[in-house]
Every structure is written in structure tokens, then in C-alpha cells.
């Protein structure tokens, strides 16, 4: 049976979804990082996060347990190379019709409501009365260096990394009705929607229609590079998604080009860390 466009949101109307927002992420060796990251989007009304663990040779697992065991995160073991888009046709085929919208996105991203509001209110909010909308793009913010050559895990992410640039990246993720999405192509950024559906950014135009990237409403901050030790240790390490990172060459020589290009630090941004910071307040005073 081949399902329209308005049967599937009709259906997707009348269905009583077990999780409203979930968020699907595949992990490799994020162990320092995993607990701020659950806690931020988690705090800020994630419902589930479907967190898949790529050949993780730390102590990620165990760090995640306790989330586990709440049921605020699904744990699955997802080995091999090149896994990050068969990782998301697989939360695609597992859990479209168990949750209401997906936000596939990476352990350096974090979702910012302008706001200061819900995440969840947000999304719901604007896919209303949207019946060709698949897909809510959300442009990158790079928050860089700010300097650091070494490692500091004493602190989060959030709190060590607070300048940002100027302008959004010309790079989205996408939070999708995944009813309307049948897989991705070739890259994590591209959701493949069904015949008259398409992703569109906050204030709905496409991604071939904008002419300045809008991150008046919401956007990803992307905290792609942190310290220098930190990017080096990443890229050699490789990711879900590369075996060996683009900018590796064969003999192992980093080039630094894409570290230099997303280690910006022009302007100084403490909202995303306010925000985390006043919902971790709000949990612990019994408000969540």
C-alpha cells in the first residue's frame, strides 16, 4: 500500500505517540562530553534520546547507564565503518511511529531556542498547520577555541566555550516528522522526504531560498572544534561517519584549515550555557 502525503499526516494526527520529541545521535568515543549533552536537551524537554555507540573504546556506556535505567535513553550498540547514515535509517525504521518528531543531530550540537523556552514547544509549535513541511532546518553556529590549546574536563563544554561568530553557518540539521521522511542521502544533513514535502528553516523557506541563514528564532550551536588537543584528538580518532577524517592525510599530517575556518570567536554568546544552566536549576527545585 502506498501512503499520500495527507493520509499520513491525517493518521500521524489521530495517533497517540508514546515520545512527542526524541533526538537520535550515534557516538564514538564522547564519554567526556555525553552527560552535559544528555542533561542540556533532556532539561529542555527531549522526551528520548536514541543514543547509538560507535565502537566506543571509553568509558561511554557507563557514563550513560543511569539514563538508561530512567528510560530517558535507548541504548544501541552500532559497530563498523561509515555508520552514520545507516544509523539513522535505522531509528527512522524503528521509531517513526513512536515518535511524533526526530532531531538527528551530533554530541557537539546543541538545540537553542531563542526563547528560552521549551524545545519541544517549539517544534510543535511550528509544525502546525504545515502539511508540506517535513522537516524544521536549523542553521549551525560555530563557538570556538576561545584560545584553549589543552583539554580542561574539570568544566562542561558550555561553560569553557562562549564565543561564537558573527553569522550562522551555511550548514543545517533538520528535526523532521519522520512519517514524511523515507532516509537520508548521502550526508546526515539531508533528509530524504517524500513526493511535495521538504525541510524549511523558522520562518519557511527552503534551504535553496535563503538568502542569509536565520537564527533569529532558533539555531544548532555547534561547538565543532573546542580545544586545539581536543579537535586533533577527534580527527585522528575518526568519527561514525569518516574512517579517517577528510582532512587527515595518508602519512597522518592534520591539515588545520577546517580547524582554523570553525574556530570562531567573534562575538561573546552566554545564552546556550544561561539556558542549560536554568534548567538544570529548574530540575533540581522539583520544577521538571
Known amino acids: 500500500m502506498v501512503f499520500t502525503v495527507p493520509f499520513l499526516q491525517y493518521f500521524g494526527g489521530i495517533m497517540q505517540f508514546p515520545y512527542t520529541l526524541g533526538v537520535v545521535a550515534i557516538m564514538k568515543n564522547e564519554a567526556p562530553y555525553v552527560a552535559e549533552w544528555l542533561d542540556y536537551h533532556l532539561n529542555a524537554d527531549v522526551d528520548i534520546v536514541y543514543l547509538y555507540d560507535n565502537d566506543s573504546t571509553d568509558n561511554l556506556k557507563e557514563i550513560i547507564l543511569p539514563y538508561v535505567q530512567q528510560g530517558r535513553v535507548i541504548y544501541h550498540d552500532f559497530p563498523g565503518d561509515y555508520r552514520q ?14 515518535c511524533k518528531y526526530l532531531a538527528f543531530i551530533d554530541a557537539d550540537e ?4 531563542t526563547n528560552n523556552g521549551s ?8 509544525f502546525k498547520e504545515k502539511e508540506d513541511v517535513g522537516g524544521l532546518l536549523i542553521s549551525w553556529v560555530f563557538f570556538g577555541s576561545d584560545g584553549e590549546e589543552k583539554a580542561d574536563f574539570s568544566r562542561g563544554v558550555l561553560e569553557r566555550f562562549q564565543k561564537r561568530g558573527k553569522e550562522a553557518d551555511y550548514t543545517c540539521k533538520s528535526i523532521v516528522n519522520p512519517r514524511l521522511v523515507f532516509d537520508f542521502y548521502d550526508s546526515p544533513h539531508e533528509p530524504a522526504f517524500l513526493n511535495g514535502v521538504s525541510d ?5 523557506n527552503t ?5 542569509k541563514f536565520s537564527v533569529e528564532k532558533i539555531f544548532i550551536a555547534h561547538y565543532a572544534v573546542k580545544s586545539k588537543e581536543e579537535y586533533i584528538n577527534r580527527i585522528v580518532g575518526g568519527d561514525a561517519f569518516y574512517k579517517r577524517r577528510e582532512n587527515v592525510t595518508e602519512n597522518g599530517t592534520i591539515d588545520m584549515e577546517v580547524f582554523n575556518f570553525r574556530d570562531q570567536n567573534d562575538v ?3 545564552r546556550v550555557y544561561e539556558y ?5 536549576q529548574k530540575i533540581l527545585m522539583g520544577g521538571g
Open 200 to 204: 524549511k528553516d523558522e520562518f519557511g
Open 276 to 280: 542549560y544552566l536554568k534548567n538544570m
Open 110 to 113: 546543541f538545540i537553542y531556542p
Open 207 to 211: 534551504y535553496f531560498e535563503k538568502n
Open 268 to 270: 561573546e554568546d552566554t
Open 119 to 126: 524545545i519541544k514547544d517549539f517544534v510543535e509549535d511550528y
Open 85 to 98: 547514515i545507516p544509523c539513522y535509517h535505522d531509528a527512522l525504521q524503528r521509531y517513526r511511529f513512536l
